[in-house]
Structure formats: structure tokens, C-alpha cells
Nanobody
Framework: QVQLVESGGGLVQPGGSLRLSCTAPANIFNTQTLSWYRQAPDKERKLVAYITVSGNKDYPTAVKGRFTISRDTAKKTIYLQMNDLKPEDTAVYYC??????????WGQGIQVTVSS
């Protein structure tokens, strides 16, 4: 049963921008911290950004200043605005929902390729 629906990936040139979207059911959106992770080929999955129900957010150094996570309560959707993309940002990006008391919920993943 798919609960997190991602969209917005694709191919972009270095320096370009993309916006990813992740839509969740209300019971998840209203109660859980939502995050974006990414996994490059032959590498471990890593956190890219998270946003709490109250709107607190943070990013790792690798993307801070280039990526912005936001949430739209009316649409039950979070976004990841990615600017100044670099080839090393190429990965499959996953939306994640975490309650802390139940197993994490993952989206199906969406490919982002940064290449000239």
C-alpha cells in the first residue's frame, strides 16, 4: 500500500534546479516528521532534509544553502527545492515519514540525475 507519493524528479544540467514533491495521507502528514533521503549507486542512503510537524527543519552540510524543504498543510505535501544542482546530487530520492514508535514509511523513490 503506497502511502507516500513522490514526484518531480528528472534530468537537469549542473547549476539547474528541480523541485520534488511528496504527498502523504492526513494521518501521517499531521503527526510525523517528514524527510527526504537520497541514495547514490553503491552508496548508503543518507538524510537530505527533514521538517517536523511544527515546521522545524535542518539539512546536512552537503546541501545546506542549496536545498530547501517546506510543507503545505492544505495539500498535505512536502517539497524539496533543489538549486545549484551538482553531479554529486545524482541519486534516487526517497520521501520518509517517521513517528518514532512505528516502522518508518518510505516512498517508492524518484530519480534525480544531474548531468550535462
Amino acid at each position: 500500500q503506497v502511502q507516500l507519493v513522490e514526484s518531480g524528479g528528472g534530468l537537469v544540467q549542473p547549476g539547474g534546479s528541480l523541485r520534488l514533491s511528496c504527498t502523504a495521507p492526513a494521518n501521517i502528514f499531521n503527526t510525523q516528521t517528514l524527510s527526504w533521503y537520497r541514495q547514490a549507486p553503491d552508496k548508503e542512503r543518507k538524510l537530505v532534509a527533514y521538517i517536523t510537524v511544527s515546521g522545524n527543519k535542518d539539512y546536512p552540510t552537503a546541501v545546506k544553502g542549496r536545498f530547501t524543504i517546506s510543507r503545505d498543510t492544505a495539500k498535505k505535501t512536502i517539497y524539496l527545492q533543489m538549486n545549484d544542482l551538482k553531479p554529486e546530487d545524482t541519486a534516487v530520492y526517497y520521501c520518509n515519514a517517521r513517528s518514532g514508535v512505528a516502522p518508518d514509511i518510505w516512498g517508492q523513490g524518484i530519480q534525480v540525475t544531474v548531468s550535462s
